[in-house]
């Protein structure tokens, strides 16, 4: 019963390129939620997904980034022409459909030079 | 707008002590908050949780008390033991339209239990 799967677990990227960040969820899991983790600070709610659907995404930056959880397949964090703020650990939770508790995965640190 | 705040970055405690984390927050909507532990490169992992309309939930060791009027919320720990030495992030939580939740951290307080 493997928990919530991120890869990469680290990820270098130079300035501009794209990123793509993956993230399956537990087994029977359909509500992925993406958090952003800056340097001295605590997460940060970025979007909120069904399969297929993206719920909530008040969290995410109006430019150059984008989610999406297909009907088969892990969800994406693309990050588009990243910057060197962008550079941060992002984490991947999901939850069963009206469960409280969210289960995370162990991040994907991006790091942009 | 920091919704929900833990004011003291780090704590420090003798082991077989008690730990008090404490953690304030704004938004009077949030329908239930929880508690993570987070070791270094490791994803948060749920400790505990309270819901809106109680005011106190234990489970073992750790206990969390949910002060309303104060908007106030506190994880106890006792006693402490050095493993639990990690960040602690308080989340308050929001049911949203679909049955999802939305959790809204705070900063973390770092706990080191010292031998």
């Known amino acids: 019963n493997a928990g919530v799967m991120q890869n990469p677990r680290h990820l270098v990227r130079r300035r501009g390129q794209e990123a793509r960040l993956r993230c399956s969820p537990m087994k029977g899991h359909s509500h992925v939620y993406w958090y952003r983790q800056l340097p001295e600070e605590g997460l940060k709610f970025m979007v909120y997904l069904q399969k297929e659907n993206i719920i909530d995404e008040s969290g995410m930056p109006k430019e150059r980034f984008s989610a999406e959880f297909p009907k088969e397949g892990p969800s994406i964090l693309r990050i588009q022409q990243v910057v060197r703020g962008d550079s941060a650990a992002y984490f991947c939770?999901?939850?069963?459909?009206?469960?409280?508790?969210?289960?995370f995965g162990q991040g994907t640190r991006l790091t942009v030079v | 707008d920091q919704q929900v705040k833990q004011n003291s970055p780090s704590l420090s405690v003798q082991e077989g002590r008690i730990s008090i984390l404490n953690c304030d927050y704004t938004?009077?909507?949030?329908?239930?908050f929880l508690w993570y532990k987070k070791y270094p490169a490791e994803g948060p992992t749920f400790l505990i949780s309270?819901?809106?309309?109680?005011d106190k939930n234990e489970d073992g060791r750790f206990t969390v008390f949910l002060n309303k009027s104060a908007k106030h919320l506190s994880l106890h720990i006792v006693p402490s033991q050095p493993g639990d030495s990690a960040v602690y992030f308080c989340a308050g939580g929001g049911i949203l339209t679909g049955g999802g939740n939305k959790l809204t951290f705070g900063t973390g307080t770092q706990l080191k239990v010292e031998l």
């Open positions: 939770a999901s939850s069963l459909q009206g469960n409280t508790e969210a289960f």
């Open positions: 938004n009077s909507m949030f329908d239930y």
């Open positions: 309270i819901s809106s309309i109680k």
